[in-house]
Nanobody, 124 residues
Framework: VQLVESGGGLVQAGASLRLSCAAS????????MAWFRQAPGKEREFVAA????????FYADSVKGRFTISRDNAKNTMYLQMNSLKPEDTALYYC??????????????????WGQGTQVTVSS
């Protein structure tokens, strides 16, 4: 599975961005997927995860109510809608895919496939 993120950029606080994660190779329609992020000098942290059907989603407390994770299995693509962005959301955002038919998790070690990341920078 190859994953490619897009949609990052430089925005002002309060703005919105929509990240996409396009998968190729093996299907991701039977895999849980997630978004993680890593800010300079910090460890990679969990942002949001979604089950393979899209019915199960959960979020880090820091983004709950502002970010929405979704997926379109017909397009083999996952999304992260980010609203009310804050400077502390500045990070390199990665998408990840798990092995088939596993429940979504916020543990990065459970994910087998990773993209290269897309930069999100929020100015104050």
């Amino acid at each position: 599975v190859q994953l490619v993120e897009s949609g990052g950029g430089l925005v002002q606080a309060g703005a919105s961005l929509r990240l996409s994660c396009a998968a190729s190779g093996r299907t991701t329609s039977n895999r849980s997927m997630a978004w993680f992020r890593q800010a300079p000098g910090k460890e990679r942290e969990f942002v949001a995860a979604i089950g393979w059907s899209g019915e199960i989603t959960f979020y880090a407390d820091s983004v709950k109510g502002r970010f929405t994770i979704s997926r379109d299995n017909a397009k083999n693509t996952m999304y992260l809608q980010m609203n009310s962005l804050k400077p502390e959301d500045t990070a390199l955002y990665y998408c990840a895919a798990d092995s088939p038919f596993r429940r979504p998790t916020g543990n990065s070690r459970e994910y087998d496939y990773w993209g290269q990341g897309t930069q999100v920078t929020v100015s104050s």
